[in-house]
């Protein structure tokens, strides 16, 4: 993608927008602090692709839906071995699992609820200390699809991302990787489930596979509606006020960013390309980069379940869809949208709410206090 690639960027999730540029390809190194990009990430747990054919919507011009696909699938009834269950079932008790915290109280559930689309729904989290956090919590759900995780991108996939917010101090707060191993084994019930998560490990109870088990299961967090319906040829999925807003969300100019499967996700952008953006205190990558050009860039994020997970933008600075995508008009495309077509995409936005996984949104119990 191109600096000319100047464009609405509808991304709500948690909280960007876009305006593509020349990073679009670039991924950003695992880690917390200072790291160099290595090469992107494989997907290999994407849902397949489909030769279905696109429906076309109910009235107007034709619309291309193919730079949607394919639809996304539900993942976690997949089959699997035996370790492969085990591992993800691991998972799912570590995430729910506030022991990882120093002080006990807090989980990775508990800035990313899976039973309220992967949010807490409030501006910056707080985390052990009491004190919010410095950007909006993204949602989890469908995450994995990602190019990189966090908003600068500074780790590499799901499973490195699930080893920096429980040694972070202002979030899950541990000291080290070895503390939170300690304090694992000291749980009676944890050495035998890593044990069948990791069969051939010399010693699976490790940090590194702390992560991987997070992984494993945060892999499975789909949520699949009725667009991926639509997607696959069922032109009454949505109704036609729904695709009308989609009509108007392309002809805008949006999906210059929010393409593929998840509408966003894939590549890097400048927040605020032909207007400043009013917040200038968050440069994005170039916090992590140090590159100049990386300044105000951030990762595209996925308007999958965006209705559901405000407030919007990396500094939460809108509060509804509506105000959303007024502000991505104005420092996006440079010009002030008019209400009616405000209120289609809007409209198309909410279509985008998917199901979630109502079994992995709630914990299983693994003996003890939890």
């Known amino acids: 993608m191109r600096d000319q690639l100047a464009a609405m960027g509808l991304s709500l999730g948690m909280g960007w927008f876009c305006a593509c540029t020349q990073q679009s390809a670039e991924q950003e190194n695992p880690g917390t ?10 997907n290999t747990a994407a849902p397949p692709s489909t030769n279905t054919p696109a429906p076309p919507p109910a009235s107007g011009p034709p619309v291309d839906l193919t730079i949607f696909q394919p639809p996304l699938k539900r993942l976690d009834n997949a089959e699997r071995d035996a370790t492969a269950q085990a591992r993800v079932d691991l998972g799912r008790h570590l995430f729910y699992e506030k022991r990882l915290s120093s002080n006990n109280a807090i989980s990775c559930n508990s800035c990313h609820g899976l039973d309220n689309f992967g949010v807490d729904g409030v501006d910056f989290s707080k985390g052990v200390p009491g004190t919010p956090v410095g950007r ?43 503390a939170v191993v300690a304090k694992l084994k000291a ?8 044990k069948a ?22 892999r499975n967090l789909t949520t699949p509606g009725r667009w991926d319906k639509f997607l696959a040829g069922d032109n009454s999925a949505l109704d036609a006020d729904e695709q009308a807003g989609l009509r108007t969300f392309i002809q805008t100019g949006c999906v210059t ?72 008009g104005e420092h996006q495309l440079g010009k002030e949208l008019s209400d009616a077509d405000v209120a289609a995409i809007v409209k198309f936005l909410n ?3 998917g199901e979630v996984p109502a079994e992995y949104a709630k914990p299983r119990p693994i003996g003890g206090s939890n």
């Open 33 to 42: 602090d200072n790291n160099t990009p290595p090469d992107p990430p494989t």
């Open 136 to 178: 909006n919590s993204p949602t989890v759900y469908n995450a994995f699809m990602h190019i990189a995780q966090f908003w600068d991108g500074r780790a590499k996939d799901v499973e490195e991302q699930a080893k920096g917010p429980i040694l972070a101090g202002k979030e899950m707060g541990m000291p080290s990787g070895d």
């Open 187 to 194: 749980i009676p019930e944890y050495p035998p489930l890593f």
């Open 197 to 218: 998560a990791f069969p051939d490990a010399e010693d699976p109870l490790t940090y590194d596979n702390v992560g991987a088990a997070i992984g494993a299961f945060e």
């Open 257 to 328: 960013c929010h393409t593929g499967t998840l509408l966003g996700g894939h590549i890097y952008q400048k927040v605020g390309l032909v207007k400043p953006w009013p917040n200038q205190d968050d440069q994005g990558r170039f916090a992590v980069t140090k590159d100049e050009t990386h300044k105000m860039f951030f990762k595209v994020p996925s308007l999958r379940n965006i209705a559901k997970t405000g407030p919007y933008f990396h500094d939460s600075s809108a509060k509804t869809l509506t105000e959303a995508v007024q502000k991505m």
């Open 351 to 353: 279509a985008l709410t």
